[in-house]
């Protein structure tokens, strides 16, 4: 199946029945399943987790038909339709993500993709081969806010775009719980997200140089890893698209994940405060937190705040409908050369072209292009 630039959902007479397994049922995992639980297209809904006690208590809480310890038991032709990729730390997307789409199965495969442009390909390749819907979870286009932005863009509203700014920051006990289950610094875990969104607004405008700059602080000694990562992206037509992401705030500070976003264009522009200063609980004992405030989302009582059970539902529809998702495995790709750029760039101190990223010319000893 050939995945177009921009997706276009057609009609279908009637949905079918979908068979969901979910391979990973830690926090994103159990979120989705939860949501997969309550849908009416799911008819049966089979987990997997390595940890046995960790499947077993999302199977009796979401009611799942089965749960199990090894994924590939879901691979046979009668066991389900799709699954859902949900597993960490994130090098195991790629393998586990490969095995279903070998076995025929659609699939929603949690960011980043994989860890290299060879690896993305692959996957895209088996996916067309075996006809299977293959979609990565950008969850943010699910937001509200954001799909507003990108409908100002597609009507005219905002004319020919100019600048883009985007600030994602999230808390230091978000940032240690991220940055412990692998290598991937923010730019691969926190800016991603809003490069997707920065294209898909843009789209079918393509990045064309990045240049990247980071700040050391708190993550270095205990993780490797720099405090925040500052992102500028020259799109093919002169557009500035400027990212920051950072995982180092303090624990009680505005929102666990604080985004604001300022997009310009000759016809107007738009401003985004996503940075949930509008809610806060101060209780006697445990001071202040943030409600509702993390990425992915949460329910509150019989309704869901944030955009990941959207995201699991479309998926689940465009399974039911046969549609085409929201994001594309090829839309995920060119993310994936953004961000890749961008920790290139940040250790060379110098600007990456997109194009000798992806001819091969930007030979390095860094993250993993091939």
Not at 142 to 171: C, M, N, W, Y
Request: a negative charge.
């Amino acid at each position: 199946m050939s995945e177009p630039d921009q997706a276009v959902p057609h009609a279908s007479s009637a949905p079918t029945g979908v068979r969901l397994g979910i391979i990973g049922t830690g926090w994103i995992g159990l979120t989705r399943a939860r949501t997969a639980a309550v849908d009416g297209r799911v008819t049966e809904l089979h987990l997997a987790d390595l940890k046995r006690e960790t499947a077993l208590l999302a199977a009796a809480e979401t009611n799942a038909t089965s749960f199990r310890c090894d994924y590939r038991e879901l691979l046979d032709a009668d066991a389900v339709d799709a699954l859902i990729v949900s597993t960490a730390p994130e090098n195991t997307h790629y393998p586990i993500a490969r095995d279903c789409l070998a076995a025929g199965k659609h699939v929603l495969l949690e960011k980043p993709m994989a860890l290299t442009l060879g690896e993305a390909d692959d996957l895209i390749e088996v996916a067309d081969q075996a006809g299977a819907t293959f979609t990565v979870g950008y969850s943010q286009r699910f937001q509200p806010k954001f799909a507003f932005v990108k409908e100002q863009f597609d009507s005219g509203a905002l004319g020919r775009p100019t600048t883009i700014l985007i600030s994602r920051h999230v808390t230091r006990e978000l940032g240690a719980k991220i940055a412990s289950r692998g290598s991937l610094g923010p730019v691969q875990m926190e800016a991603t997200h809003d490069i997707d969104l920065a294209l898909w607004w843009l789209s079918p405008r393509r990045p064309a140089r990045v240049y990247a700059q980071t700040a050391n602080g708190i993550m270095l000694d205990r993780y490797a890893q720099p405090d925040c990562a500052w992102v500028m992206i020259t799109m093919d037509d002169g557009t500035v698209v400027t990212v920051g992401a950072g995982w180092s705030l303090p624990t009680e500070s505005p929102g666990y994940s604080s985004v604001t976003a300022e997009v310009v264009g000759t016809g107007g522009a738009v401003f985004v405060d996503e940075s949930h200063r509008d809610l806060l609980l101060t209780m006697a004992r445990g001071g202040i937190t943030r409600p509702l405030s993390t990425m992915p989302g949460q329910p509150v009582g019989s309704v869901y705040a944030g955009p990941m059970e959207a995201e699991t539902r479309h998926f689940i529809e465009c399974i039911a409908f046969g549609r085409v998702p929201v994001v594309t495995a090829r839309q995920a790709r060119l993310v994936m050369e953004v961000t890749l750029a961008a920790d290139l760039s940040a250790a060379r101190n110098e600007p990456v072209s997109l194009e000798a990223l992806t001819s091969g010319r930007a030979e390095t000893d860094g993250p993993r292009y091939e």
